[in-house]
């Protein structure tokens, strides 16, 4: 194991992501090697990047110490697909991810639908600081794409009473053109407690 780890520092980027595909494909067997892991996020080559993004996802059930900060710092990465891998790690530790709900909220409206979505499910799997949550999902409701719109409305009613947050954009998404935004819409209405 110790030699295989050592090709981790290797010049050849091949090399790099053979070993970080070798411990993903080891799953949890590789646990104490997540911290190495971890160092990839960090790579010069993206696709060494995004397989050490998915690697964290697969071989922890749950995350190391300093992981959901490092993926969520992730979030900001130049390449898409390392976004998007990283959205789809956090949202896989759900509520494990609670440090990283900053870092998503940031990332909520701001570049690609594709990664809005990854990052609002992460938020939704999550489930953490709803009042800081709902507010900056309910501004994606009005987002031109109507699968950015969706995954607003879903992941606002995940979140029961801090739904009443969004209780306005809810009442117009419930409108929405779109039959998916406008059943999540609802439905996130219609699971809002009494007071």
Same mark, same amino acid.
């Given at each position: 194991?110790?030699?295989?780890?050592?090709?981790?520092?290797?010049?050849?980027?091949?090399?790099?992501?053979?070993?970080?595909?070798?411990?993903?494909?080891?799953?949890?067997?590789?646990?104490?090697?997540?911290?190495?892991?971890?160092?990839?996020?960090?790579?010069?080559?993206?696709?060494?990047?995004?397989?050490?993004?998915?690697?964290?996802?697969?071989?922890?059930?749950?995350?190391?110490?300093?992981?959901?900060?490092?993926? #969520? =710092?992730? /979030?900001?990465?130049? %390449?898409?697909? @390392? !976004?998007?891998? &990283? $959205?789809? *790690?956090?949202?896989? +530790?759900?509520?494990?991810?609670?440090?990283?709900?900053?870092?998503?909220?940031?990332?909520?409206?701001?570049?690609?639908?594709?990664?809005?979505?990854?990052?609002?499910?992460?938020?939704?799997?999550?489930?953490?600081?709803?009042?800081?949550?709902?507010?900056?999902? #309910? =501004?994606? /409701?009005?987002?031109? %794409?109507?699968? @950015? !719109?969706?995954? &607003? $409305?879903? *992941?606002?009613?995940? +979140?029961?009473?801090?739904?009443?947050?969004?209780?306005?954009?809810?009442?117009?998404?419930?409108?929405?053109?779109?039959?998916?935004?406008?059943?999540?819409?609802?439905?996130?209405?219609?699971?809002?407690?009494?007071?």
């Amino acid at each position: 194991m110790d030699d295989m780890l050592r090709n981790l520092t290797n010049s050849a980027p091949q090399i790099r992501l053979i070993v970080v595909e070798t411990l993903e494909n080891l799953g949890p067997d590789a646990y104490a090697q997540a911290p190495v892991v971890m160092e990839r996020l960090a790579d010069s080559d993206p696709i060494v990047r995004w397989a050490a993004t998915r690697a964290l996802g697969r071989i922890n059930g749950k995350p190391v110490p300093g992981e959901i900060e490092a993926l #969520a =710092r992730t /979030l900001r990465d130049r %390449d898409l697909s @390392v !976004r998007m891998e &990283a $959205a789809l *790690t956090l949202e896989a +530790f759900a509520e494990q991810a609670a440090a990283a709900v900053p870092e998503l909220v940031r990332q909520v409206n701001v570049g690609d639908a594709d990664v809005r979505i990854g990052v609002l499910h992460a938020l939704g799997a999550i489930r953490k600081n709803g009042p800081q949550v709902v507010p900056v999902a #309910a =501004r994606a /409701l009005s987002h031109p %794409d109507r699968r @950015v !719109r969706r995954a &607003a $409305a879903e *992941t606002i009613g995940r +979140f029961g009473a801090d739904a009443r947050l969004a209780l306005d954009a809810l009442a117009q998404a419930a409108r929405d053109g779109d039959a998916d935004v406008r059943r999540f819409a609802s439905e996130a209405l219609l699971n809002i407690p009494p007071r």
